[in-house]
């Protein structure tokens, strides 16, 4: 049953390998000639005066969250779509109830106005 | 020994080198089919059309200088371009090439792995990357950079739900969640499935793109507002593993299109016995061909149609596609239930 995860383990292995090598290569061959006005952070030619990492729009933890719960939910339909053929309509009937219960909570998320960005 | 050890590694070998040949040879494409369109030649110069080109970008992309900002994340920031590239390159894994076939007279089926959560493996490790592009953001420490992988990750998560979503109804259709069993499952049938869900195969192909960042939806990367995207620090030989995944990402979205949707190395009209003709060439150049096809509508796409702006990107996302996917599944059950 394993043994079928073998050969993607060994893709993993060689995927990461491989990155590694191309980066070590690259850094033996490159020059490398560094001055202070060059590591700055590119920002059309102004000096940084603050770091970067500031606060940003609370949206993006929005979408976050209704990502979370949406594809969770999701995943659950899997399993379900796999044995399908075998439930028939009492995996119809239960599934309809599950979809019901998502789509109730995905109208309330669309009128309280979550899915707007601007 | 040899059949755990020795002949996945060739095979992962031979994967691998197709790959880099082939993001090589599509960014070249791209070049050439956007300067056809807007009636230019492209490059012309590297060898015969601009054969050569890809070979002459690799070699300036190692011998470039490989800068870290001085505000940066040291080690984050090397980071970032690994965990893009791996998934990128592991999700191939699982796509099926071609059915069982004779190389050098053994009796090989053309796939590093088939395993029964093939499609879940996909969406899962598919998705994995989008930690390198916010990792990467963060650890440029630069503003420009940050603000395209916030872009990028929500962009990319929005999309995901409707791309998941509409897979269920895939599923539906073919029982199972293994790669090769879902083209068995079309071959059965005699039917592609793009033919039967033509709407989960408009949901998916806008999510792809919009999970690869391409035009219209590559707010991550417009030039216009944010110089370069996430990775306007990098440079050199860790700004090419960006670049590389990039690429490889598209022909992950193409080639698992053409496994659910157009047959995967099934000819077309695999019903129709009139056209066994057809059976002459290979599975797998069938395979390639129709993801090659695929490719060539992404580029197009990114040479017809203008940018979004980021409220219609995920409105369209929200309000459009979820609704549609969910529509889609239940529909895609009733019609499982009933036939």
Redesign the interface.
Known sequence: ML??????L???L???G???A??W???A??????N?V???????GIE?LT????R?SI??YL??M??VI??IE??F??PW?????EL??F??VE??VF?GI??VG?AYA?RKGA???? | MIE??VV??V???VL?VGILTAVAYLVLLERKVQAWVQVRLGPMRVGPHGLLQPVADVIK????????????DRWVY?LA??IV??PA??V???IPFGPETNVFGIRMPLH?????VGL??IVSIASLGIYGTILGG?A?????P??AS?RA??QL??Y??AV??TL??M??MA???SMVEIVESQQARGLWFVFAQPLAFFIYFVGGLAETNRAPFDLPEAEQEL?GGFH??YS???F??FFLAEYANMIVIAAVATTLFFGGWLRPFPSVAALGLLDIVPGWIWFLLKTFVLLYVFLWVRATLPRYR??QL??LG??VL??LA?AN??VT??A??VL
């Open positions: 043994d079928a995860y073998v050969p993607i060994i893709f993993i060689v995927a990461i491989f990155a590694i191309l980066l290569f690259a850094w061959v490159s020059p490398s000639k560094f202070r060059k590591l700055e952070p590119y920002e059309c940084p770091d970067a990492r500031d940003y949206r993006y979408v976050a209704l990502f949406f594809d999701t995943v339909l899997y779509a796999v044995i399908m053929d028939l309509l995996g119809l599934m309809m979809l998502l789509i995905y669309w899915l707007e960005w601007a | 755990t050890l996945p590694l095979k992962i070998a691998l992309l190692i011998i470039k200088e490989d800068i870290t900002p001085a505000r940066a090397t371009p690994i590239l791996v390159l592991v191939f894994a699982v590093v792995a088939d395993i029964n879940l493996y963060w440029s420490n630069s503003k420009y940050l603000l916030l990750s929500a998560v929005s995901e739900v998941t979503m269920v109804s599923i539906l029982g199972s969640l110089t306007t620090e050199g030989i860790r090419a593993l980021y409220d995920m409105r929200w309000k979820i609704p969910i599944v239940i059950a009733i499982v239930v």
